[in-house]
């Protein structure tokens, strides 16, 4: 199929990677706020597996061609949008200039996070009967979009044109080929179910971090309520696993859109409101435990903090829990000596360089070096299996903070070293 791809999204980039992988012909016009050149040189797409190496194979095969601006009377079977929930009105002037110059068939796949009732409005933009729109949502995880692209367990596809509905799943049918993994239903009900299915995993995590809170005031190890809960099988263990808080840019804002499409309906969501609440609370948990650990005396004390991400696998720190964190050291006088294999440069560009900050990027225990305590932040795998005998000899309060839970209360106890977790500690 002949594809004219718009977006400098995560999505866009996978979807040209993949479907160009593939035999599909793809041209692929980037938004003007991201263009190729920055692209190409972005440290999350380079160090998303297999993306930026599928584009490179692509582009020199000829199966996608990237252009700077919009192919004038070329036709296409497909418009794909991966666009930002900012740039919608991007997407209707590209889908309208489109139409204007298509005259065959065409169906526009919005794999966009926008508001709910927008596909139809796309939809309203197309000059012919023969032209659809429809929604796939984006489920793409970062760190894994190739393989959740490629090896998908699930597309939902809000369509109410069968034609249209076929020729999407000849698109992805390469990616198809185990099992159908198509669930259709209408556009609207798509679009809200992609905002609902995040809407849930957020207040899974944010009432297991509850829960931890309260293990945390009875002495309680979270670990056993946790087993227990996953146990059942009406929960199960999903996202049951209690933190310092959760980021990330789609997750955050697909949250942020359900609010707003509830606060659109009238509809105002106590409960949404009071997850969101709980995880901005949660990114201070560290914080508090170190407070309470050292009765509020801060000032002039040196942290080292492992992992800035906001999750392990990407180069984002957006909305991630180290900025509460850090500005909530800061604010007492804490110098931090931080380490992170991928995030630094974004995390430089975002605070800068402050004078109570040293980030280091080879040896985590060079964060280490003159600390008082270490903060376990983001779970990456470098950080699993630490030298504990190193770190009692390096940190002089011998103070281990795991946001993350990854570590085992009573091994590090027998160290020598004092273990505080998100409802976990290794002494009652």
């Known amino acids: 199929m002949r594809i004219l791809l718009h977006g400098s999204e995560l999505a866009a980039a996978t979807a040209a990677a993949a479907l160009s992988s593939v035999g599909h012909q793809v041209t692929w016009l980037p938004h003007p706020d991201a263009p190729w050149q920055q692209l190409a040189e972005a440290d999350w797409l380079a160090r998303e597996p297999q993306v930026g190496e599928q584009l490179e194979i ?23 949008l991966a666009l930002a929930p900012d740039q919608r009105e991007a997407a209707e002037r590209f889908v309208d200039t489109v139409a204007g110059q298509q005259h065959a068939p065409l169906v526009v796949v919005n794999n966009s996070t926008f508001p709910v009732g927008q596909t139809e409005s796309l939809e309203g933009l197309l000059r012919h009967a023969s032209q659809v729109a429809v929604v796939l949502p984006d489920m793409l995880e970062e760190g894994r979009a190739w393989q959740v692209f490629t090896r998908p367990t699930r597309w939902l596809l809000g369509c109410e044109d069968d034609w249209a509905g076929d020729q999407v799943r000849e698109l992805l049918r390469a990616f198809n080929r185990r099992a159908e993994v198509f669930q ?14 995040n809407g849930m995993l957020a207040t899974r995590i944010s009432y297991m971090n509850e829960v931890a809170g309260l293990a945390d005031s009875l002495g309680v190890d979270v670990e056993h309520v946790r087993q227990g809960m996953g146990a059942d099988t009406r929960i199960g263990y999903e996202y049951l696993y209690p933190g310092c808080g959760f980021g990330g840019p789609n997750f955050s804002r697909d949250l942020m859109r359900l609010a707003d499409v509830q606060h659109e309906t009238g509809r105002e969501s106590q409960l949404l409101e009071q997850v969101l609440d709980i995880n901005e609370h949660k990114k201070e948990t560290l914080f508090r435990k170190l407070w309470t ?3 509020g005396q801060l000032q002039g004390r040196t942290v080292a903090i492992w992992g800035a991400a906001f999750k392990p696998g990407t180069t984002r720190i957006d909305h991630a829990p180290v900025l509460t964190l850090l500005r909530a050291l800061w604010a007492q006088g804490v110098h931090v000596r931080l380490h992170d294999p991928a995030a630094l440069p974004a995390l430089r560009q975002v605070v800068g360089n402050h004078p109570l900050l040293t980030l280091l990027d080879q040896d985590p225990y060079e964060a280490c070096e003159g600390a008082d305590a270490l903060m376990l932040v983001t779970e990456w795998k470098c950080y699993w299996n630490p030298d504990w005998r190193r770190l009692g000899e390096t940190l002089s309060a011998q103070l281990v903070l795991d946001g993350r839970n990854i570590y085992d209360p009573v091994y590090v106890a027998a160290r020598g070293l004092v273990y505080r977790g998100i409802g976990r500690r290794a002494d009652p």
């Open 58 to 80: 692509s582009r020199r095969s000829g199966a996608l061609r990237v252009v700077e601006m919009l192919p004038a009377e070329e036709e296409v079977d497909i418009v794909w």
């Open 184 to 197: 259709r239903m209408p556009r609207r009900a798509a679009e809200l179910t992609k905002l609902a299915i």
């Open 293 to 295: 650990h050292f009765h």
